[in-house]
């Protein structure tokens, strides 16, 4: 979007380089300056919000998109963030009419059509949430895919199309092989379709590049089980008792239960 703003300040300042006097240039210099600062301004402000966000500082965050809107009204990444940022404070309203402002100015951002897709997938629009995904996981100057199809196989995963939800997963992983997001829903999924071994496999990648948590670990018994695995089986357990002592979860498997 940057980009073609600039490129249009440029073409029309060709445009009229040949009829316009030295005090026009000049008048028409300043505005653009002008215009330059207000952009350059929003994006100070939208990195701001992004840093605040991620330190879950969502007030200020939501403060510094206005800041930034307030410079430049046209600024996609600054709806962008406001969309995330209200999404996370519950306004439904107000952050589907980010996403759709920054939709309008730019109706082939990826990043926005990834956000806003993940946003209507857990609103109850996953056909629509499903189109904006896969709209930008097309989008081959798109740096990250694999993020679009993760969320398309989650989307899936809430709307318990659980072939689909697969089918995304596995595309995921097929760009990035280590998206641990990806590696663990497949777990999750060849499990819950008693798929053991391909369960294990996929677990066991999961495994190799994250920290174990209490719902790999316990996932890991329950795929032990199934497999009828007694050594992993005892494996696992060894480290949720070691881990998390007090989970429900712990103690539910160790009195032989399904969590």
Known sequence: MKRIAVAGLVLAAAGFAGCVSQSDTQTGGVKDSSLADARRRAEVHTSLAGEYYQRGAIGVALQET????????????????????????????????????????????????????????????????????????????????????????????????????????????????????????????????????????????????????LESLTLGVKIARLNGDRASEESFMQQLRRRFPDATQTKELEGGTKP
């Open 66 to 213: 206005r800041a930034a809107l307030k410079d430049d009204s046209n600024y996609v990444p600054a709806y962008n963030m406001q969309g995330l940022i209200l999404m996370e404070l519950r306004e439904d309203a107000g952050a589907k009419e980010s996403f759709e402002r920054a939709i309008r100015l730019d109706p082939n951002n990826a990043e926005v059509m990834n956000n806003y897709g993940w946003f209507l997938c857990t609103r109850n629009e996953a056909a629509r949430g499903i189109d904006l995904l896969t709209r930008a996981a097309n989008d081959p100057l798109y740096p990250t895919p694999e993020k679009s199809y993760l969320s398309a196989g989650l989307c899936m995963r809430r709307a318990s199309n659980l072939a689909e939800a697969e089918r995304y997963f596995r595309r995921a992983i097929s760009l990035r092989p280590d998206l641990i997001g990806a590696l663990y829903n497949l777990a999750e999924v060849t499990y819950e379709r008693g798929e053991a071994k391909d369960a294990e496999a996929f677990l066991n990648r999961y495994m190799r590049v994250s920290q174990p948590t």
